[in-house]
Every structure is written in structure tokens, then in C-alpha cells.
């Protein structure tokens, strides 16, 4: 009788600390790219985006150009499907940040996701972020990862 018992407990164990397994962010790149600066070979042949190896999430889907931050994450667990990522970014647009979210699987290992702000969401081409703050949280809201740039970080001023 206890046995099955105790089985149990270490499956739940296993369960909530797999979900709750922390991603690593390796970098955050951010920087403006071209809707040229996508096109590959294949996608003449196929009339389909060719992401290649990583994950394009866009604020605008039917835009391509845009001011992207390339994400590499790495998860020691399991794949996190409905991974959350919330993007909250301070354009030379104006002062007050503004928020973009993003929903995709993390799979496990290491992978990079190109998350981008694109058609009307970004000022101009030659414009850079000023601040910037990446959260990831799973799809029940536990927060598995955050990085921010300095800027983000710094006291106001009095």
C-alpha cells in the first residue's frame, strides 16, 4: 500500500520539476533586418518561408522587415510548449515602453528564436531600441527566464 503511494508522490515530483525547469538565455541580439535579409533559395521553389533552423515570430506576421532581437535559449528539460515570451521594449519613438508577446514551443536544447517587431510596431530602419526586457514564462505564467539590456536597468533620475 505505501509503495504505490510513494510512486506516485515521485511522479508528480518528476512532473513539476520538469515544467519548472529554468531556461538559460545564452544571448539577446537585437537589430534591424530587411524583409530581403530572409529570403532563401528554397522559398522561390516552394512559395514558403524557409526559417531555417530557428523560430520567427513577428509582431506583424505579414511584414517581414523590422527591428528583430535573436534569442538563444537553452532548456536542460523537456520541450515547453505554449512558452510565453513578453517583450517590453523603450523605442526613440517614445519614452513609455511598450509591450509584445509571443507564444512558442521551446524545444529542448539549444535553439534561437527570432522575435520581431515589424510593420507599423517598429519608427524607421535606421532606429535602435533604447531599453529592452525579455521575459519567458510557461503557459501557466511561471517565469523561466528573463534578461534585459543595461539601460533597463538604470535608476530614474531625480
Known amino acids: 500500500m505505501r509503495s504505490p503511494f510513494v510512486f506516485l508522490l515521485a511522479a508528480i515530483g518528476l512532473v513539476l520539476l520538469a515544467h519548472a525547469t529554468p531556461l538559460n ?9 530587411t524583409a ?30 523590422g527591428y528583430y532581437f535573436l534569442v538563444r535559449l537553452e532548456n536542460p528539460g523537456t520541450v515547453v510548449a505554449g512558452a510565453v515570451f513578453d517583450l517590453h521594449v523603450i523605442s526613440p519613438a517614445s519614452p513609455a515602453p511598450r509591450t509584445f508577446t509571443f507564444k512558442a514551443d521551446v524545444p529542448p536544447g ?4 527570432s522575435l520581431g517587431l515589424t510593420g507599423g510596431d517598429w519608427p524607421a530602419m535606421k532606429a535602435s531600441a533604447v531599453a529592452w526586457l525579455l521575459t519567458v514564462r510557461a503557459s501557466d505564467g511561471t517565469e523561466l527566464a528573463r534578461q534585459q539590456s543595461f539601460l533597463w536597468s538604470m535608476p530614474d533620475a531625480k
Open 36 to 65: 530581403e535579409s530572409f529570403d532563401r533559395i528554397s522559398e522561390y521553389f516552394s512559395g514558403q518561408e524557409n526559417p531555417g533552423r530557428q523560430t520567427i515570430l513577428r509582431s506583424q506576421p505579414a511584414a517581414r522587415a
Open 110 to 113: 539549444s535553439h534561437a528564436f
Open 25 to 33: 538565455v545564452i544571448h539577446v541580439w537585437p537589430g534591424y533586418r
